[in-house]
């Protein structure tokens, strides 16, 4: 399975970006998608996941009702949007997938930089 994530760039604070997560190969084994951010000198942490099949959400404390989580109707793209974005959001969002047989898989990651 390959993921690449896209979508990342520079943004006011307060605005918005869409992040999107392709995945592509075996992907018909996919049960989980979660989006990742890391910040610069911090560990990489959950923002939100979502489950393949019925599309169920469940989100970080963190993310305080300012992102969305969703999936394409092909179920292999997972997109991510983020509004109100503040510059501690600054970070690189990773994609990663577990697959029936629990392997995970992760994309390269999109920088999302937000300016003050």
């Known amino acids: 399975v390959q993921l690449v994530e896209s979508g990342g760039g520079l943004v006011q604070a307060g605005g918005s970006l869409r992040l999107s997560c392709a995945a592509s190969?075996?992907?018909?084994?996919?049960?989980?998608m979660v989006w990742f951010r890391q910040a610069p000198g911090k560990q990489r942490e959950v923002v939100a996941g979502i489950i393949t099949d019925g599309g169920s959400t469940n989100y970080a404390d963190s993310v305080e009702g300012r992102s969305t989580i969703s999936r394409g109707n092909a179920k292999n793209t997972m997109y991510l949007k983020m509004s109100s974005l503040k510059p501690e959001k600054t970070a690189v969002y990773y994609c990663?997938?577990?697959?029936?047989?629990?392997?995970?898989?992760w994309g390269q990651g999109t920088q999302v930089t937000v300016s003050s």
């Open positions: 190969g075996s992907t018909y084994s996919t049960i989980a």
């Open positions: 990663k997938t577990w697959d029936e047989k629990g392997y995970r898989y």
